[in-house]
């Protein structure tokens, strides 16, 4: 009898391990660093997941001796028999580093092709200025007019955002954008980044993501930030201009999983091309600490201060030049310029609820000082002491983002579900705009008092993965609290308003094939308005909504080539924003926008790589009549690529060229903006612990006009205004070379 039950009991327990089971595990690099977004596949049951961003999966209905794979592109792709003490136990993958390799990319295993593919674009194209991240995002466009410290005017999906009003910008989770900006709504300063620390950009065109808000009309851009670094550096770099730049990474740590820390230090410094030296310096701190609670907790601290200083040479106007009173290089008021700070600290949060569930919240808070002198009509206004104004604030900023995130599964039918609540709160004293002389006198307080503006938010989407199809429905709900203190107006009194929006959203994905996927998204969108103008306005247009729509496909047509082309369009209630420049309201009506995109990347072979972005867009204004319906600086054909070379030899290196075409400047087009390509080249060399690096800037020395604007100004000698175009000249030819020490 006894030998009968234990051949029973042998019999039973083998068929229970025959039976589909679960098992769970954990992916790490060498460093035992966790890997999210791993592909999980068993070989036999089709089953799949991807890890969380602590690593770990559920993978179900598997059975002992199935074949488990990991695949995560830029690492060994892992294959494990699944053994009986697997599935008791739980297992950990370990995936080592290897060169990124875009034959092995399936469509269908990626979460997001196209993120990935950006990040190849940053493996094989380091950048090392704030603006080239930015420039990262295919068919985003940049361009600075004021000495170097000023942040970037942004071209994207057709529009001129100016600093920021149509593109969500952010670091961490922190918000960059500044909602009611002594300079403009949207300013998005990035200078505060040291972009050796850029782990990866998150980005999206359109408002199809119910994570972002306010500004995400033309899209968004989250960038987020290393853990450790690869190894530690200095790194010197020097060129024309007096320009010098110095930067120090490292890890004070090591790279351990319990604990890492790192301290980045960056100083730069530049004259600039111009006539007159724009003395630009800046200094930028990034510390940063993450540990692990066990497996199911993670704490990451981070804290960061810059400030940067210059003069500038404004945007000049094309008759000042053809008169012989100044050079490209020269200015009409080389008395603008300004200073600015910021310093950020950052407390993130992630707990792993379960198998299925986690949830990650951070807490940010910013203090912000900002001073900006500008003269944009030079004698119009004051044919004595000129048009200079100054643009002033300080600025306190806090709030929190917190997600949860759940999967659930019926079948075979897999749905991931996402909500989240967040706050932000800027409170601006002495928002400011004055008109000045010299810098140190005022001679007239246009504007100035004190903003509260708090922007309280909640999202929901469900991602519903049936095999072949997608389908990701969204809701977003944004309010708004709007309040002014008028330090000039009298007597005393306090403005406020307040406002909400409804915003849902729909994507869908389809597969036929491992690599061809086929999508389309529709969504809404919003910008707010300056606070000044919303009290004055009483509430009306305080949110004007943008409506979009995209169709178009990610393919592989052969193993190393991958395209994107998508088709897409964009109708925005209201171009009503407050122009910071003038302290005056400019409603441009109701527009519309479609276009094009097409993203391409081929690899030749394992070391050359070639990639070109294209873009073409029609943009017009619904209200005006034909002729008169142009959108002024609507970018219409953009293109971007180049050649790369990655680790040939020790060598790595690059060819690449930037199109912008002709653009109208007018509503009516009778002044355009006049188009460029600019051309630069980079070459890379390592010898054991040392790289040596020589980079040259607009290597054919084209004479391209960077910014430009039709403005109407007058000069010191004329006794009318002249409307024409205003420009800042791009950088001539610009040699600069660097060499790191690696430890």
């Known amino acids: 009898m006894q030998n009968i039950l234990v051949i029973l009991s ?3 327990g083998v068929y229970g391990y025959a039976q589909n089971q679960t098992v769970k595990g954990k992916v790490v690099d060498t460093f035992d660093v966790p ?9 036999e049951t089709k089953n799949h997941t991807h890890t969380l961003e602590n690593g770990t999966f559920v993978l179900e209905d598997i059975k002992v001796g199935d074949t488990l794979t990991a695949r995560l592109l830029g690492f060994e792709t ?32 990626e979460i997001n092709p196209l993120q990935l593919i950006n990040k190849l674009d940053m493996k094989v194209n380091p950048v090392n200025s704030s603006q080239e991240l930015l420039q990262k995002v295919p068919g985003l466009f940049i361009g600075q007019h004021a000495g170097g410290g000023k942040a970037e005017q942004i071209f994207l999906r057709g529009f001129d955002v100016d600093h920021g009003t149509d593109v969500s910008i952010s670091v961490d989770g922190i918000p960059v954008n500044m909602v009611s900006h002594a300079h403009g709504q949207g300013y998005a300063d990035l200078h505060f980044i040291i972009p050796e620390t850029i782990e990866n950009i998150r980005f999206g065109k359109g408002a199809y993501t119910a994570d972002q808000g306010n500004f995400n009309t033309a899209g968004y851009v989250a960038f987020n930030t290393k853990d450790s670094f690869e190894n530690n550096q200095i790194k010197v770099e020097a060129g024309q201009f007096n320009t010098l730049r110095t930067v120090g990474l490292f890890n004070f740590l090591g790279a351990s999983n319990q604990g890492r820390g790192t301290v980045a230090l960056e100083y730069l410094e530049s004259d ?12 930028n701190f990034v510390g940063k ?8 907790q993670k704490i990451t601290f981070s804290a960061s201060h810059f400030t940067s200083r210059w003069d500038a040479s404004g945007q000049i106007p094309n008759r000042a030049i053809v008169q012989g009173l100044i050079s490209r290089f020269g200015a009409i008021d080389d008395t603008e310029g300004g200073n600015t700070s910021r310093t950020n600290f950052n407390f993130t949060y992630n707990k792993y609820l379960g198998d299925y569930s986690s949830f990650r919240t951070n807490v940010f808070y910013s203090l912000y000082d900002f001073e900006l002198y500008s003269n944009f009509t030079f004698f119009l206004n004051d044919p004595i002491n000129g048009d200079q104004i100054r643009q002033k604030e300080q600025r306190n900023l806090f709030g929190f983002n917190s997600v949860f995130n759940t999967k659930k599964y019926w079948d075979q039918v897999e749905a991931v579900f996402n909500t989240g609540i967040g706050l932000r709160n800027d409170a601006v004293k002495g928002n400011e705009l004055s008109r000045t002389v010299n810098r140190n006198e005022t001679l007239e307080n246009v504007s100035l008092g004190t903003v509260n503006e708090t922007n309280a938010y909640a999202f929901a989407d469900a991602t519903i993965d049936f095999g072949k199809l997608k389908i990701t429905p969204a809701v977003r709900l944004d309010y708004f609290k709007y309040t002014y203190e008028d330090a000039l107006l009298t007597p005393f009194q306090i403005q406020s308003e307040s406002k909400a929006i409804v915003a849902p959203k729909l994507r869908i994905e389809y597969d036929p094939i491992d690599n061809l996927q086929l999508f389309a998204k529709s969504g809404i969108g919003f910008h707010s308005n300056d606070t000044r103008v919303v009290v004055t306005q009483r509430g009306e247009d305080v949110l004007p909504k943008s409506y979009g729509v995209d169709a178009g496909i990610n393919w592989k047509p ?5 395209l994107n082309t998508t088709f897409w369009y964009l109708g925005l209630e209201q171009e009503f924003v407050y122009v910071g420049d003038e302290g005056i309201v400019e409603p441009s009506g109701e527009t519309r926008r479609f276009g094009i995109d097409f993203s391409g990347r081929y690899q030749v072979n394992d070391w050359l790589f070639l990639d070109t972005d294209l873009t073409y867009t029609h943009a017009r204004s619904v209200d005006a009549s034909d002729g008169e319906d142009f959108i002024p600086l609507a970018p219409k054909v953009t293109a971007a690529g180049g050649i790369s070379i990655e680790s040939f030899n020790n060598f790595s290196g690059s060819l690449r060229y930037r199109y912008l075409g002709d653009r109208p400047a007018t509503e009516t087009n009778s002044i355009v903006a006049k188009g460029y390509t600019v051309v630069d080249m980079s070459l890379n060399y390592r010898w054991k612990h040392f790289d040596f690096s020589l980079s040259l800037e607009n290597l054919l020395d084209t004479e391209w006009n960077e910014t430009q604007f039709a403005t109407e100004s007058r000069l010191a000698n004329e006794t009318e205004a002249v409307e024409e175009i205003h420009f800042t000249p ?3 030819f610009f040699a600069k070379a660097g060499i790191t020490y690696r430890f």
């Open 272 to 283: 600039g091309p111009f006539d007159s030296p724009q003395n630009f310096n800046r200094i």
């Open 78 to 109: 892992k294959n494990i028999v699944l053994k009986k003490m697997d599935i008791e136990n739980g297992i950990t993958l370990v995936l080592e580093n290897k060169i990124f390799q875009l034959d092995e990319l399936i469509l269908k295993q």
């Open 558 to 562: 052969f193993s190393r080539v991958f």
């Open 289 to 296: 600490y993450t540990t692990q609670l066990q497996d199911t």
């Open 10 to 12: 042998l019999i039973f």
């Open 35 to 43: 890997l999210g977004e791993v592909y999980i596949y068993s070989n």
């Open 730 to 732: 791009g950088t001539p």
